[in-house]
């Protein structure tokens, strides 16, 4: 073997040691922090509706919930589907594989875009919201604080009253090409997310969980992006963003190779929509809609 050759062959093993260590490291991490994403230690924070169908049955005297209607969910039965090879086990090693390369590759990114959130408004670089995960279970999502301290938590921002108010200028950059995102790599890395999913609906927004319960929706788990995000994201309404997180559902639980083609062409219709700030809408659900209304 030449020099070079050799050369080369070191700097190939050097570089799998390396990969191979920083990946066992984060795997530790992830195991250590996997109980406390979702809620493990903490029974008051449990979803009584896990593992649960479910229906939306409205009520004058319940709280407005996210979605701004009074009401509450009533488990009907329990959840039948068992995951497939695909989406168990094929699914889940490229979501490992991706999310691990993204977190190295995109860790300048990161640090780039924590100190623009430092300078634009002060405060934690991260916040968490609690989320509904596969089969309801309640668990931490992580995004880049995009929006001001002083903003109501928990809160969609179509609830919000004049949400760009309350948007940094960094945050309208990062929100407009999902730059927010971003840190919920981690959450895929860490087994509560997809990279490929309907996008995790808040805790409280019933209506969304109920229409998705129609559609088997709330059987998988969430993603980074998906089908509804590339058909209109922020624009749809509630009942449209479901039905296309059904059509995901069933494409996933069919399995087999046309759910991967499925899968990557969410992936790569995902890019060109986020390249193109396709689909948002400061105002969330169903904004388009009220504008066109007011216009007309």
């Known amino acids: 073997m030449s020099y070079v050759g050799r050369e080369l062959s070191m700097v190939v ?5 390396a990969v191979s260590f920083v990946l066992g490291m984060l795997a530790v991490v992830a ?6 994403s979702v809620y493990e230690n903490d029974t008051e924070q449990k979803n009584p509706m896990e593992n649960k169908k479910v229906i939306f049955v409205e009520n004058d005297q319940d709280e407005e919930n996210a979605d701004g209607v009074c009401g509450h969910l009533e488990a009907v039965d329990d959840t039948e589907y068992k995951p497939g090879l695909y989406d168990k086990c094929i699914k889940r090693v490229i979501d490992i594989v991706v999310s691990f390369f993204g977190l190295i ?4 990114v990161y640090l780039g875009i924590a100190i ?3 300078i634009d408004d002060p405060g934690p670089v991260f916040f968490t919201q609690k989320r509904i995960g596969r089969n309801k279970q309640y668990f931490k999502l992580h995004k880049f604080r995009s929006m001001k301290m002083s903003t109501p938590h928990d809160i969609p921002t179509h609830m919000l009253d004049n ?28 087994g509560n997310m997809s990279i490929i999913g309907p996008r995790p609906a808040l805790w409280n927004q019933d209506i969304l969980i109920a229409e998705r319960e129609k559609w088997g929706a709330n ?4 993603g980074l992006t998906g089908w509804a995000q590339i058909n209109g994201r922020d624009e749809l309404e509630i009942p449209v963003k479901a039905r296309l997180d059904g059509e995901y559902s069933e494409k996933l639980k069919n399995g087999g190779f046309k759910a991967l083609l499925f899968d990557c ?3 790569f219709g995902s890019i060109f929509s986020v390249a193109r700030g396709a689909g948002v809408i400061e105002g969330g659900t169903g904004e388009m809609k009220k504008h066109v209304g007011k216009m007309e």
Not at 31 to 36: H, R
Not at 165 to 186: M, N
Not at 219 to 222: A, E, G, L, Q, R
């Open 116 to 118: 623009a959130i430092k």
């Open 219 to 222: 059987d998988i788990k969430p």
């Open 163 to 190: 949400p760009e108010q309350y948007i940094t200028k960094v945050g309208r950059f990062a929100r407009c090409h999902s730059i927010d995102e971003l840190p919920q790599v981690w959450d895929i890395f860490i």
């Open 265 to 267: 062409r969410c992936f």
């Open 13 to 17: 093993v050097t570089a799998g040691i």
């Open 105 to 108: 590759v995109l860790s300048p």
């Open 31 to 36: 195991v250590i922090k996997k109980g406390d």
